[in-house]
Structures are given as C-alpha cells and as structure tokens.
C-alpha cells in the first residue's frame, strides 16, 4: 500500500563557518529523528569560514544527513567550487546566473521514502547584482520540474523583504514552499499562502548569533564606523541552528504546515 503520510522536510539556515558546522552536527541527528524528516536541504554558501564552500564543507554536511545544499552570492567565493558544482548534483547555486557558469540550479532527488522532491534555487534582483529574472526562470523552471514531481521546494536568496514576498506570491499554488535564505536574521512571518505554498520571509541563520549576521561585531561595527573595508573575521559565540519544518502532502505538493525552528 501506497506511503499517504504527509513529507517531512527540513530546511536548515545558512550554515556559517565551522562554528555553524559545529552547532548543525550537535543537533541534525535528534532533529532527523524527532520530526521522522524525509529530506533534509541546508543553505551552505558560507559554510567555508563564512565566505563560499568547498568540497570539505560539502562532503562533510552531505555525511551529517543532508541531502541537497542550495547557497547563493557567496558560493563563488572559493574558486575550486567551480569543479565541486559541475561534479555535484546535490550543491546547488542560483539557477538565474547567466547560463556559462558551471553548476546546476536545481534537481529531482529521491527523499528516504523513495518520493521525488524537486529543489529550486534562486536569487533576488534587488540590492544585489543584477542576474537574471528569479520570476521568470523560476516559474518556467518549476513548470519544467513539476513534470516529474508536484513537490518542489524554493530557496529565494535575496535581501529585500519586498521581492522575496512578490516572488512567494508570484509561486503561490506552484512551489510546495518557498523559503527566504541571505538575510541571516529569522523571521516571524511563517505561513502558508490560498495557494498551498509554505513560506518564510529568511529562515535565519546558523552559526555564532553574537555577531553581525556572522561577522564579528568588532569588525562590523568597524566597517561601519571607519566607512572602509575590514578584514573578514568570523564571530564564535552564542551558536545557534536555525532552521525551518515543512510538511507537505506528497500526492498534491500542497503544504500542510510550517514550523519554526531555533535552538538551543
Ligand atoms: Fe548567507
Ligand atoms: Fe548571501
């Protein structure tokens, strides 16, 4: 008999540095158990000391239990990620950088039941470097994807509250959950749309919350005293994991609920 028990999915907040490595490693084990999680996608663009991925990082967040890492902006930071990203199908970076670069922008991948799960990422426009239409090649990219499974989950990397709510409307009824990611600071806003799409402004961050979303808040506070560019430094205390819960039913994509999740 056909599996009806709605999806299970975990989505963890930027992962920054080690620390953030660290806090992710301390509590996915009782997290996968606890929720009984069928999937599991983390944002990883600054799991290399808070700036970009390498195959490091990767292997050892996809050992951990996770099964895709989307990212954003910053995953270009280490160079050798070029080679990763073409390698990988399970890293992803924005599918709306121009086409050249390397990389995948989304994928199918099987959960632990054995369902398809479509992963999309993309990013914003606004305050950011202008790539190309999230709105555009996102929907075309989902119509695309949903050939093969109706459940498909949005990473939305973008600054402006306002263009990730416009993007979560504009895939209302079409993502089973679009979830913010880039701002590192997690907000209230969880819900599900008429549609049945699942969503988050930003989900936050994880890694050291005593810090300037990640950076050390001597250096921040630095940069914006002085006016001029400081040497990166990561933060290192207060680590939290911060992260989203998603249920979703599998037959029709719709969510079902959404739950916010901040720990310790
Ligand atoms: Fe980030
Ligand atoms: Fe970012």
């Known amino acids: 008999m056909k599996d009806t028990r709605p999806l299970n999915l975990l989505f963890i907040a930027d992962i920054v540095g080690k620390p953030g490595r660290d806090i992710t490693s301390r509590f996915l084990d009782s997290l996968l158990r606890k ?91 606004t305050f950011m470097y202008p790539i190309e239409d999230p709105f555009r090649m996102g929907k075309k990219e989902i119509e695309r994807m949903r050939q093969h499974t109706p459940v498909i989950v949005v990473d939305f990397h973008a600054e402006a509250t306002a263009e990730k709510l416009a993007l979560t409307w504009h895939l209302d009824g079409l993502a089973s959950a679009v979830i913010g990611t880039h701002t590192h600071v997690q907000t209230a806003d969880e819900r599900i749309l008429p549609g049945g799409t699942a969503a988050i402004t930003d989900v936050g961050m994880t890694g050291p919350a005593d810090s300037v979303i990640g950076l050390a808040s001597r250096v921040a506070l630095k940069r914006f005293l002085l006016g001029t560019p400081q040497r990166y430094e990561m933060a290192t205390e207060n680590l939290r994991l911060n992260a989203v819960l998603v249920t979703i039913d599998s037959l029709s994509g719709k969510a079902q609920a959404i739950q916010r999740i901040s720990l310790p």
């Open 35 to 125: 929720y009984n999680v069928d999937f599991c996608i983390a944002n990883g663009e600054n799991a290399h000391e808070g700036r970009g991925i390498t195959s490091r990082e990767f292997f050892e967040l996809r050992q951990m239990g996770i099964d895709v890492i989307t990212s954003g902006n910053h995953v270009w930071d280490q160079k050798e990620v070029h080679k990763l990203m073409a390698e990988q199908p399970a890293l992803l970076r924005p599918l709306n950088y121009p086409p050249d670069n390397p990389g995948y922008g989304s994928g199918v991948f099987p959960t632990r039941r054995g369902e398809k799960i479509g992963v999309l990422n993309l990013q914003g426009r």
